[in-house]
């Protein structure tokens, strides 16, 4: 019914960027925020970045200041722009988003989840 499509992911050295986006496409009212998990092997799924529908952003503490979260409400698109990456940034990273459905009986908030996409940042 909604689907999230991630790309942009792929092998990167130290110090490198990468760039990753994701589309939401259905039925969708309205997304009220987009944002980017991540998940090494052996680890826990983490937040690396949400941007709100006005704006507003949260970061891990891991990425400050290396990693932007954007998004296009209009295209419901958003990306992770990651620089200055580290071997420790590998990870298969997914995109979510907190959205609306417009069902035939009414909006319908709902969580939807990307399929991932790997980033390996190794010399």
């Known amino acids: 019914q909604v689907q999230l499509v991630e790309s942009g992911g792929g092998l990167v050295q130290p110090g490198g960027s990468l760039r990753l986006s994701c589309a939401a496409s259905g039925n969708i009212f309205s997304i009220n925020a987009m944002g980017w998990y991540r998940q090494a092997p052996g680890k826990q799924r983490e937040l690396v970045a949400a941007?709100?529908?006005?704006?507003?952003?949260n970061y891990a503490d891991s990425v400050k200041g290396r990693f932007t979260i954007s998004r296009d409400n209009a295209k419901n698109t958003t990306d992770l722009e990651m620089n200055s990456l580290k071997p420790e940034d590998t990870a298969v990273y997914y995109c979510t988003a907190d959205l609306y459905l417009d069902k035939s009986q009414g909006l319908e908030r709902k969580q939807y989840w990307g399929q991932g996409t790997q980033v390996t940042v190794s010399s």
């Open positions: 941007i709100a529908s006005g704006g507003g952003t």
